[in-house]
């Protein structure tokens, strides 16, 4: 198996799509089913060769990455050839249920539809609409309500008609899009009923090893408040918090043993499942002291996360939106501590022997390194704000239930600003 390669992976959920359109349902059971078994995706593309060729040349797939780095992409990787096959086969088989007017898809080759990630019409144009509500949004004085497209919309690819089409194209030239006065209460409208006409379907895939499940999201407003009434916080996972010491003096640094666990990890239950937010330092980056942090949400069983927020400053807007204290006492945290922790990175790199170990191409000592600065951001930054959040969530009330909602309700693209789409996932 593979890294995943966003593109690659993405680029090939749009192919598998467009070959089980246009085969047809009923065929894409019988066709699909011995390639579970067998996982034979070379012979998968040879059978399908003179179809995946069209798709391609004529736009019907249209995809960031070429075809074939997308084939020798899923010839490399197993897990994202079943997965593919199986969200295709399960999307083609449910999509009626989306829209009544989806429902001719599932019959074999359905012409006028374009499959598309990372394409200039359609998903460089919903950049472009995205970043004129975004900058809209920040007229009102709080500052752009996104930090980024993929919490508006998370979709991976985009099943478009030549109607969908021109209909955004038009919107995204519109003169008022231009002067940013474009609204997300009128690009999620216009989403939505080009949805309901059967013109086109944003579809957020993850990579799946079980029984998948399609949802709408954002469709019904009063449904996602339900969901966000129906999702509690349920404490603390319990911890060891990271033992250890360093002291550097002079041209000298020394970092004594260390052991115990520097993420802190946010216990909720949501519709029923149980998951959590973990709280994750990114200590460094090229060998260097970082201040990347990601709030990320996950669910128990799942294969792939629920979203994540990246940065500090974000996730102290969202938390703001509810309790503008606890999101003060993080920042302070946060803040205050990274000066120790950049300083101590620093001597680590110079006087410790991180610098050569990081630039050694070594795993072993690459490994070292990566766990030195771990420990280091542990004991600097993650101890003192385990404290802060600890003392906060430990034993949950209405308070800490909206703070969880609200990190909920962005990480997994569920805001009231957020676009419709639809989400396949074990």
């Not at 231009?178 to 949805?195: H, P, V």
């Not at 990246?310 to 920042?331: E, R």
């Not at 993650?382 to 600890?390: E, G």
Request: net charge positive; charged share 30%.
């Amino acid at each position: 198996m593979v890294q995943v390669n966003t593109p690659e992976a993405e680029g090939a959920q749009a192919l598998f799509c467009y070959i089980a359109d246009k085969i047809g349902y009923k065929n894409a059971q019988i066709e699909f089913a011995p390639f579970y078994k067998n996982k034979d995706s070379k012979g998968f593309f040879e059978k399908h060769k003179k179809l995946i060729d069209e798709g391609f040349a004529s736009n019907r797939v249209d995809t960031e990455r070429d075809k074939n780095r997308i084939l020798d992409y899923i010839e490399k990787n197993d897990d994202w050839f079943i997965s593919s096959m199986r969200i295709a086969e399960t999307i083609l088989g449910e999509i009626a249920s989306i829209s009544g007017k989806f429902k001719k898809i599932t019959a074999p080759g359905w012409q006028d539809l374009f499959y598309t990630h990372g394409d200039d019409d359609v998903m460089k144009v919903m950049s472009v609409l995205f970043k004129s509500a975004n900058n809209q949004s920040a007229k009102t004085g709080g500052g752009k309500y996104f930090g980024d497209l993929n919490k508006w919309s998370p979709a991976d690819i985009y099943f478009a008609t030549a109607k969908a089409k021109k209909t955004l194209k038009d919107l995204s030239n519109d003169t008022e899009t231009k002067k940013d006065n474009l609204t997300f209460a009128k690009l999620n409208q216009t989403t939505i009923d080009l949805i309901d006409e059967g013109e086109l379907l944003p579809l957020s895939l993850k990579k799946v090893n079980k029984m998948i499940v399609i949802k709408k999201v954002n469709f019904d407003r009063k449904s996602e408040e339900a969901l966000l009434a129906d999702t509690y916080c349920k404490g603390i996972k319990k911890w060891n918090p990271m033992k250890g010491d360093f002291d550097f003096k002079d041209s000298k640094f020394k970092i004594s043993n260390y052991s115990g666990g520097r993420d802190i990890r946010v216990l909720l239950e949501s519709g029923g499942k149980k998951g959590d937010l973990q709280f994750r330092h990114t200590p460094a980056s090229g060998g260097r002291p970082s201040r990347g942090f990601k709030t990320v949400l996950s669910y128990k069983g799942a294969s792939a996360l629920g979203g994540q927020v990246v940065g500090i400053p974000l996730l102290t807007k969202v938390i703001s939106q509810v309790d503008k204290t606890f999101a003060s006492k993080i920042s302070t945290a946060f803040n205050s501590n990274y000066t120790k922790f950049e300083t101590a990175v620093n001597r680590y790199n110079e006087y410790g022997g991180g610098k050569k170990r990081y630039q050694s191409g070594k795993k072993d000592l690459k490994k070292t390194f990566n766990e030195d600065v771990g420990a280091i951001s542990a004991i600097t930054i993650m101890n003192p704000l385990r404290k802060v959040i600890d003392d906060y969530f430990k034993s949950p009330k209405e308070q800490q239930h909206n703070v969880v909602r609200a990190i909920f309700a962005y990480t997994a693209s569920r805001t009231p600003m957020s676009s419709p789409f639809v989400i396949a996932k074990d």
